[in-house]
């Protein structure tokens, strides 16, 4: 089994396609194939001591799920089922997408959520993110003036999201005692 559980929830498949960019990284021994939050069960998540979790922002800050008029379940529907998780001892990276052109008010405001959730069940989250080189009003995911993960905007700064992604694995690497 892998070490690193890579769990995401999505609306449009760009999450998911950022999970496939930080799996194909690696190999099947370090992380496990991406696995969308609305085929994932509590075990699935228990079974790892270190994770990866992604989210985008929808609308006015939320997670994906229904109520923010997601075709399928995702966080929104997952987190419910994960209340009494114990995540002591668990090793999580959050990465988050946004638009912060588009809601510059709430950017990224779903990674908090995420890591909220995890911190009030014990867990550590680790790769805080820097600001710079973002141009947004306001985003609740912004803890001590850095993001609470990476921050990604495939709709306005793609080209950024190679470096990114490659400077944020290294940032995380001795807490997942990863290669890069």
């Known amino acids: 089994m892998a070490r690193i559980g890579l769990f995401f929830g999505t609306n449009t498949g760009k999450t998911r396609k950022v999970a496939k960019m930080i799996k194909k990284r690696f190999d099947e021994e370090t992380i496990a194939d ?6 994932a069960t509590p075990d699935d998540i228990a079974k790892y001591q270190f994770l990866i979790l992604g989210t985008p922002t929808l609308g006015e800050g939320e997670l994906p799920g229904l109520s923010a008029d997601c075709e399928n379940e995702s966080w929104e529907e997952f987190l419910p089922q994960l209340e009494s998780a114990d995540f002591s001892g668990k090793t999580v990276a959050l990465y988050g997408l946004g638009d912060q052109v588009g809601y510059p008010d709430e950017f990224l ?6 890591h909220d959730f995890v911190v009030e069940r014990g867990g550590k ?12 009003e306001h985003s609740e995911a912004v803890v001590d003036g850095k993001f609470v993960g990476l921050a990604l905007d495939l709709d306005n700064q793609s080209n950024l999201t190679e470096e990114r992604l490659s400077a944020w694995l290294k940032l995380i690497a001795a807490d997942f005692d990863l290669t890069v």
Do not use: C, H
């Open 125 to 136: 989250v680790v790769g805080a993110w820097p600001t710079e080189g973002y141009e947004f």
């Open 34 to 39: 991406p696995m969308n939050v609305n085929k």
């Open 109 to 114: 405001d779903a990674m908090k959520e995420l």
